[in-house]
């Protein structure tokens, strides 16, 4: 099986970058669906739009697309980089929504919430394949609660304030389908233990900023992951680099089990805002 994955600057091995059409063609989309959902925002409700050649409900993009401008001119007036905003690039969030959907991924969890705007991308992809979110964040979600609460998609994400370490620790083992790292990548390797045995075989592991602003940061974290048995990994060059691994289960196929069934086994909340 093949294995890759992005090089830091001292290069790992040699990363095979998947245009991202190529990868969705690969793995077989062929249709999507979207669900309908309340909106309480401003914008007036339009169904059926499409944003990234993806089905997306136009007023969502509308809003999306807003919240990411709002949060890059939050970002400009921010010498501090910890308070910024530092949302996912739209590309990036796209793919990602995407892959949701393509996996039919039930139990996500995404570390690192800012202001929401991946949280509602996951929770759209999420609400289109019957699936939940937890998103952890250190920080307050406050933000986040009230941007996903204009969205209508509140129902599909738990908040959780806690440590990204802390809440994969407390995880049951191979109850997340798909996991997504947009925290401080210098703790990402610490996590990976962790990582491994919460993530299920045939679940996506998901991690932005392989191709910058430092790919250095992740350069152990990605050996670790090559020299790990039955994991295959992949950066597509989207955004800031997307770098995606799928656990295989025991004999190289996808778990018998498929995509885990009850959402509730993601864990609790250990505090939700
Ligand atoms: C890059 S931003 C997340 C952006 C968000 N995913 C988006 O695209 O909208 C990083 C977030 O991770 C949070 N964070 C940093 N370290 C963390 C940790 N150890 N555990 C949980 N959250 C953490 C920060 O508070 C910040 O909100």
Same mark, same amino acid.
């Given at each position: ?30 249709? #999507? ?30 809003? #999306?697309?807003?919240? +990411? ?33 393509v996996a039919a ?6 570390? !690192?919430? %800012? ?14 394949? !019957? ?34 370490g802390d809440y994969?620790?407390?995880?049951? %083992? ?13 703790? +990402? ?9 919460? #993530? ?56 018998? !089990? ?14 939700? %805002?």
């Open positions: 099986m093949t294995r890759s994955a992005t090089a830091g600057p001292a290069g790992l091995v040699a990363n095979r970058q998947l245009p991202v059409a190529g990868l969705l063609v690969g793995i077989g989309v062929c249709g #999507l669906i979207s669900v309908p959902v309340s909106r309480s925002g401003p914008d007036s409700p339009a169904a059926g739009g499409v944003r990234f050649g993806l089905t997306m409900d136009d007023w969502l993009a509308r809003r #999306l697309d807003r919240l +990411y401008a709002e949060g890059q001119a939050h970002d400009a007036r921010q010498a501090d980089r910890l308070s910024r905003r530092r949302n996912l690039e739209p590309t990036s969030a796209s793919l990602l929504a995407q892959l949701v959907r991924a039930r139990a996500i969890v995404e570390i !690192g919430t %800012s202001n929401g705007y991946s949280t509602i991308w996951l929770a759209d992809a999420a609400a289109a394949v !019957g699936g939940q979110v937890v998103s952890v964040d250190n920080a307050s979600t406050d933000l986040a609660q009230r941007n996903l609460a204009e969205t209508g998609l509140a129902d599909v994400v738990n908040l959780v304030v806690a440590d990204g994969l620790a407390q995880a049951p %083992s191979a109850s997340i389908d798909f996991l997504f790292l947009d925290a401080e990548r210098t703790a +990402y390797l610490g996590w990976w233990p962790e990582v491994q045995r919460v #993530l299920r075989p045939g679940g996506l592991l998901v991690i932005d900023n392989a191709l910058a602003p430092d790919p250095a940061e992740l350069t152990d974290l990605l050996a670790a992951i090559l020299a790990t048995d039955r994991w295959t990994s992949d950066t597509v060059p989207i955004g800031k680099g997307l770098f995606l691994a799928w656990k295989a289960s025991r004999d190289g196929t996808r778990d018998p !089990g498929g995509p885990v069934r009850a959402t509730e086994d993601v864990g609790a909340p250990r505090s939700a %805002s």
